[in-house]
Nanobody
Framework: VQLQASGGGLVQTGGSLRLSCAVS????????TAWFRQAPGKERTFVAA????????YYTESWKGRFTISKDNAKNTVFLQMNSLKPDDTAVYYC??????????????????????WGQGTQVTVSS
């Protein structure tokens, strides 16, 4: 199983980026997908998650208005649209999948320990 995160880069304050997480291999028939991020010197934090059907989405509330998670099951890909980016959004963004709870739950989605497979991360740098 491989998760390939991409779409990161350098952007100015107020700019936008769209991250992608493509899943390959055979992790199972369905899974929930999440994005986490880790800024330098800080702990990894939950950003957003989406269930297999796409009906269930979970966000860190403070970012909900700027970040939108979506998916394309035909391509086994999940996206994170990030708008109005700020320097504080600078971090490595990781995607992860949970094959045991395909729609996840509000509490489960936010725990890194809920996810069995992780991508390598993509760097997002927001300049001031």
């Amino acid at each position: 199983v491989q998760l390939q995160a991409s779409g990161g880069g350098l952007v100015q304050t107020g700019g936008s980026l769209r991250l992608s997480c493509a899943v390959s291999g055979r992790p199972g028939s369905s899974w929930a997908t999440a994005w986490f991020r880790q800024a330098p010197g800080k702990e990894r934090t939950f950003v957003a998650a989406i269930g297999w059907s796409g009906r269930e989405t979970y966000y860190t509330e403070s970012w909900k208005g700027r970040f939108t998670i979506s998916k394309d099951n035909a391509k086994n890909t999940v996206f994170l649209q990030m708008n109005s980016l700020k320097p504080d959004d600078t971090a490595v963004y990781y995607c992860a999948i949970d094959i045991f709870s395909v729609e996840s739950t509000p509490s489960r989605a936010r725990q890194g320990s809920s996810y069995q497979y992780w991508g390598q991360g993509t760097q997002v740098t927001v300049s001031s």
